[in-house]
């Protein structure tokens, strides 16, 4: 048994963003990710498309990456949420570039943008057609940096036990 600040289950772009986070945070704290099978084996790693965000302001805006998703959810989104997640989009993915995550960018060195089903906009950001394996590919390295976390692999978590489960 070992104990540990946090635990973190899941080695996708959510457990291994905040498992770094937590790991600057606090350097003299120790982080734990716990995850089913190889490091790598996530869903992150097999998103290819790329991440829509409003990168382009002069084209682009929130309003209207807003009214996109709420039309594509077709009355199923909650509205909080989109504009919590769209407004959000341009931070985060200036949080992965600088942990070292490359994408593709025009001869003059802006992003390359696409445009995909459901945006009237150009705001795809990827890395070839291989987004999500670079995005693994930078913040598995960028974990692998920090000596306060480690990843136990293969390791397929059933329960939580909390304390509120114990009779105490
Ligand atoms: C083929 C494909 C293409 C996609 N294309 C795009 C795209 O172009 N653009 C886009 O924005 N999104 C895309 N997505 C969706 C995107 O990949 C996911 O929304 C995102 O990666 C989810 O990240 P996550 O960290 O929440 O989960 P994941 O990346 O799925 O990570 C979950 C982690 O938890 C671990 N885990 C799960 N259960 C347990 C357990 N019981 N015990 C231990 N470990 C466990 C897994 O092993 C894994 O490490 C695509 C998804 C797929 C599958």
């Known amino acids: ?38 490091a790598e084996e996530t869903n992150t790693k097999y998103a290819q498309g790329g991440v829509a965000v409003v990168f382009d ?25 989109v504009e919590i997640v769209v407004k959000d989009g341009p931070a985060r993915i200036e949080e992965l570039i600088k942990l070292g995550t490359n994408f593709d960018k025009e001869e003059g060195g802006d992003y ?7 945006h009237s906009e150009y705001r795809i950001i990827h890395h070839k057609d291989i987004t999500g394996w670079e995005m693994e590919r930078a913040l598995l390295e960028a974990v692998s940096k920090r000596s ?13 036990i909390t304390q509120h489960h114990l009779a105490i």
């Open 1 to 38: 048994m070992q104990e540990v600040d946090f635990l973190v289950i899941g080695t996708g772009i959510a457990g291994l963003t905040y498992a770094y986070k937590m790991a600057n945070k606090f350097p003299d704290k120790k982080v734990l990710i716990v995850t089913k099978a190889a």
């Open 57 to 81: 302001p002069e084209n682009d805006s929130f309003e209207k990456h807003i009214e996109d998703t709420l039309i594509a959810g077709d009355g199923l989104c909650n509205r909080q949420t």
């Open 112 to 118: 390359k943008l696409g445009k995909e089903g459901g």
């Open 148 to 160: 306060n976390i480690e990843i136990i692999k293969h390791c397929f978590v059933i329960d939580l």
